[in-house]
């Protein structure tokens, strides 16, 4: 393996939360002789990575120690974010990156904007996260494949762009450089507003259901796939909203307008328009996994028939452990309406799919290939 080189000397974090720990764990594993300093509201989180060997200095709360630095996350909620900025702008250094990991861009771009803050900030968005918090959970493993969103100010030159670029893909996400206005409009179509949409189904189910709760009993496969995010955090996403209303609004009357559209064509019992929305939507929902410049975000699927016994899972992956072969995921699937078999496994590439399927097949489990 090509050993990475780092661009950087002293990489700074302020906050060391589920995010801007994994960040920081990512850097120390990419690069374990990097001095990393960090400041944290909690002393004892703080105190604790140091002691893992992820930091490598511990800010009083002075700031002062990120003078050394020449890149510094802000790893804390935008208002916090702006604050501190303000402290630090004393401190930077000439050439430093300063950079953050909040999804919305807005406020935080128009709070650098024609002060000299202008030219050392990037924004930044790694697309990951977990229903789990805080430093306890967070992972140098988190980022890995996840898309990393930079939002350059106005007055940051390329160099700076090209670095941080090659830092994010030197931790294992995959940069992609965008305007801020631009990005706030993407993550309210396909982060923030999703989340909004998973609220009303859950809340929909829970005030339209029956007395014994039979939809919350069945409440599983897709259901329960598509309102998993609902388990986030109720304060984030409450704050994300408010960031973000413009955008996200926009996305709601879009998305109200479509509803609209597809209730005459059901109540019209228009079968033509009713093909053509659900073909439609196939054709783009199937090409989510076949772009050919996203190649780690392709999931190969089988599904298997297992018996209702104990170790029937277990079977099922030392078979494909003894093969060498390694799984993206493996799920039991408890709701059948849509798909063959009870066990779900995901691969990472064909070859491996179709190894898989033979080691299965030929140990006398019945298989069902299915391409998605």
């Given at each position: 393996m090509t050993e990475k080189i780092a661009k950087f000397h002293?990489?700074?974090?302020?906050?060391?939360g589920l995010i801007g720990g994994s960040v920081a764990m990512a850097v120390r594993r990419a690069f374990p002789d990097l001095p990393i300093t960090a400041w944290n509201r909690n002393r004892e989180v703080l105190d604790e990575a140091v002691a893992d060997g992820?930091?490598?200095?511990?800010?009083?709360?002075?700031?002062?120690?990120?003078?050394?630095?020449?890149?510094?996350?802000?790893?804390?909620?935008?208002?916090?974010?702006?604050?501190?900025m303000q402290k630090l702008a004393p401190r930077l250094a000439p050439d430093a990156i300063l950079t953050d990991v909040g999804s919305v861009k807005g406020d935080i771009h128009r709070a650098v904007e024609g002060t000299p803050l202008d030219a050392h900030f990037i924004g930044g968005h790694p697309m990951a996260g977990s229903e789990k918090t805080g430093y306890a959970n967070a992972s140098a493993q988190l980022l890995e494949n996840a898309w990393y969103f930079l939002t350059p100010s106005g007055n940051v030159n390329i160099q700076k762009i090209s670095d941080l670029s090659e830092l994010i893909t030197a931790i294992g996400a995959l940069p992609l450089v965008m305007e801020a206005d631009k990005h706030d409009l993407v993550t309210a179509a396909i982060s923030h507003f999703p989340h909004v949409l998973s609220a009303a189904l859950?809340?929909?189910?829970?005030?339209?259901?029956?007395?014994?709760?039979?939809?919350?009993t069945v409440a599983a496969g897709g259901?329960?796939?598509?309102?998993?995010?609902?388990?986030?955090?109720?304060?984030?996403?409450?704050?994300?909203?408010?960031?973000?209303?413009?955008?996200i609004c926009r996305v709601l009357d879009a998305y109200m307008n479509l509803l609209i559209d597809y209730r005459l064509a059901?109540?019209?019992?228009?079968?033509?328009?009713?093909?053509?929305?659900?073909?439609?939507?196939?054709?783009?929902?199937?090409?989510?996994?076949?772009?050919?410049h996203v190649p780690l975000f392709q999931e190969y699927r089988l599904y298997v028939d297992i018996p209702d016994e104990t170790g029937s899972l277990a079977k099922v992956a030392v078979l494909l452990a003894n093969a060498s072969?390694?799984?993206?995921?493996?799920?039991?699937?408890?709701?059948?309406?849509?798909?063959?078999?009870?066990?779900?496994?995901?691969?990472?590439?064909e070859t491996d799919r179709e190894c898989g399927r033979e080691v299965l097949?030929?140990?006398g489990y019945t298989v069902h290939v299915v391409k998605h």
């Open positions: 002293n990489i700074g974090f302020l906050g060391l992820t930091v490598t200095i511990a800010d009083d709360g002075s700031l002062a120690s990120f003078a050394a630095c020449d890149l510094i996350f802000l790893c804390v909620p935008v208002i916090t974010a702006i604050d501190l859950v809340n929909l189910v829970h005030n339209i259901d029956l007395p014994g709760q039979p939809m919350k259901f329960r796939d598509i309102t998993r995010i609902s388990s986030s955090s109720p304060q984030m996403w409450q704050e994300i909203c408010l960031a973000n209303p413009d955008n059901i109540r019209n019992e228009d079968a033509d328009k009713l093909y053509e929305i659900f073909r439609s939507c196939k054709e783009y929902r199937d090409s989510f996994d076949v772009q050919p072969l390694s799984l993206k995921n493996l799920v039991i699937v408890n709701n059948r309406e849509f798909e063959q078999g009870v066990l779900r496994i995901a691969f990472g590439n097949a030929n140990a």
